[in-house]
């Protein structure tokens, strides 16, 4: 009798052992935050722990994803990955601990249709085995009518696509203008807004404000919780360092006797101008500004590319705070860290040039860049070309490979220096190049080039080129072509069509499209500024 008794507990115990959780809540809401509209947030109650398994059909894919691995016998978590106009199928798995599962029953949930004004991406290439997994994020810089006005004013979403070119999440806010987002390593966005009130917003993949930061020294409309930070201006880039502070692209002006008042004369004649430089400061999340390298104090202020006389890019910021117009010195774009040096390289395409600065001692280490018009003692910091080495101009987007190579998106803008002539428009070309640097023996070598042997394309402003980490492939963000019908390099102005592209290539010479997504519609124009491949929604 004992040891049948002994078998009975053992069956209990077992068949215990094979029960799965019970549910005893399920909910599926709409994202309350307006700004991100194709989520939705799941709330799953069990009466034990459990991982949670989401599966979502609607109608023409169907797929599954594990936002976590945490057991839990409550789960709220949102939803990311639906396609706009769909109904959704929607199913929640809970796993115990053993293994038992139980599926829930059908939710439904309906995510709206795209604004009016947004793009429809539209794939050309694609080649799914040889892509860099995962999802791309970018931000539209703006929408144009067919009369070459924007429209709607502040028109600027971060957007995310599948590889199919499907929007997949969206983030829109009131008011201003999404500008350089890239995810973080906490699995929020930070960007940055361009113009307007200025500063630096974070928010979560729900489009929840988590903090944001304002420059005392120009801004406008401060949002109330700001943190103020104490220089002039956010710009175009930034980066988190080790440490979790951020280094920042600012600006001051400075009045500089005997300047230019012309960048085509060699003969005009000079007179005092405020010149507009970049600062970089080191920033600490509570807004407190560590440190400034100033480039008025680093390169030579009286060396000037073409542009460096732009009016109009800083009239909006510093219009109210100095008399006169404002020159565009420097123009810097984009900045990285070196954490093997403790250094940063940043690039200034209204010099032409990119620079790699100590940030120990603040001392400039080299320039990559043309050699003209660079006095002593500056002409020492330049990089001596080794090989077939083609400079870059009015460049965007330095950054790294993990060959400790540099890449660069080289827009091509004029090819020359002052006073010399500007190469025409119809044979202008831009490109995505990789330059190798030796600092021990400051040299330079260009390793690899797409365009425009592969492709020839111009696009004068905006642009991206990353390293993709598993295939080795290179993405490009073709920021803003402008073609006439025959799709010839055309100038602004009625019947010139303003589009975009992002290209991924094999990173091999010649390169290999394996990817191609294009925003280009008869009756809008469209630019992006950058984009990220990102591996996947859920950080």
């Not at 003692?377 to 987007?397: F, S």
């Not at 991206?464 to 072509?481: E, H």
């Amino acid at each position: 009798m004992r040891s049948i008794f002994l078998v009975l507990i053992a069956f209990v115990v077992t068949a215990c052992d094979s029960s799965p959780p019970a549910i005893s809540d399920i909910g599926l809401e709409p994202n309350p935050n307006p700004t991100v509209p194709l989520a939705a947030i799941l709330t799953v109650a069990t009466d034990e722990p459990a991982t949670l398994t989401i599966s979502i059909d609607d109608g023409e894919r169907q797929w599954s994803m594990t936002p976590s691995d945490e057991m839990s016998a409550m789960h709220e978590v949102p939803i990311f990955g639906m396609r706009a106009g769909r109904d959704n199928t929607i199913t929640a798995t809970l796993t115990d601990a053993k293994g038992n599962a139980m599926t829930s029953g059908p939710l439904m949930f309906a995510t709206p249709p795209l604004p009016e004004a947004f793009p429809t991406p539209r794939v050309t290439v694609r080649n799914a085995d040889a892509m860099e997994p995962g999802v791309t994020l970018f931000n539209v810089n703006g929408r144009w009518g067919p009369d070459g006005k924007a429209t709607p004013a502040n028109f600027a979403p971060a957007i995310i696509v599948d590889d199919e070119g499907e929007i997949i999440w969206y983030y829109f806010p009131d008011g201003h203008k999404v500008h350089d987002i890239r995810r973080m390593p906490n699995g929020n966005f930070i960007y940055e807004i361009w113009p307007g009130t200025g500063g630096m917003v974070e928010i979560d993949m729900l489009g929840n404000i988590q903090r944001r930061w304002h420059f005392t020294g120009t801004a406008k409309d401060i949002a109330e919780g700001s943190i103020p930070v104490e220089t002039d201006t956010f710009h175009h880039d930034f980066v988190e360092l080790p440490n979790g502070n951020f280094l920042l692209l600012s600006s001051e002006n400075r009045v500089v006797d005997n300047w230019y008042t012309s960048e085509t004369e060699a003969m005009a004649p000079r007179a005092p101008g405020n010149v507009i430089g970049d600062v970089i400061i080191e920033m600490t999340p509570e807004g407190d500004v560590l440190r400034e390298w100033k480039l008025h104090d680093i390169l030579d202020p009286y060396r000037i590319a073409y542009q460096s006389l732009r009016k109009n890019f800083w009239s909006g910021h510093y219009g109210d705070v100095v008399e006169g117009e404002v020159n565009d010195w420097t123009h810097g774009n984009a900045i990285i860290y070196e954490e093997h040096d403790n250094s940063f390289v940043m690039s200034l395409p209204y010099q032409d040039a990119v620079i790699k600065i100590s940030m120990d001692t603040g001392e400039l280490v080299w320039i990559l860049g043309n050699h003209d018009n660079w006095r002593d003692p500056w002409k020492e910091k330049l990089l001596t070309p080794v090989g077939d080495v083609e400079w870059a101009y009015k460049h965007h987007a330095v950054s790294h490979t993990e060959n400790g190579t540099y890449l660069l998106y080289d827009n091509g803008v004029a090819r020359s220096s002052p006073f010399d002539d500007k190469i025409p428009l119809e044979e202008s070309y831009t490109r995505a190049v990789e330059y190798s640097v030796n600092e021990e023996t400051m040299e330079v070598s260009q390793v690899w080039t797409y365009g425009p042997d592969d492709e020839r394309f111009f696009a004068r402003y905006l642009g991206d080129v990353d390293w993709q980490p598993q295939t080795d492939n290179i993405l490009i963000t073709i920021g803003a072509q402008e073609t006439d019908a025959d799709g010839n390099n055309a100038a602004p102005g009625p019947g010139t069509q303003r589009w975009a592209r992002l290209v991924e290539v094999t990173h091999e010479q010649p390169a290999q499209k394996v990817w191609e997504m294009r925003l280009q519609e008869d009756n809008s124009g469209w630019s992006i500024y950058r984009a990220e491949r990102l591996p996947n929604l859920y950080p």
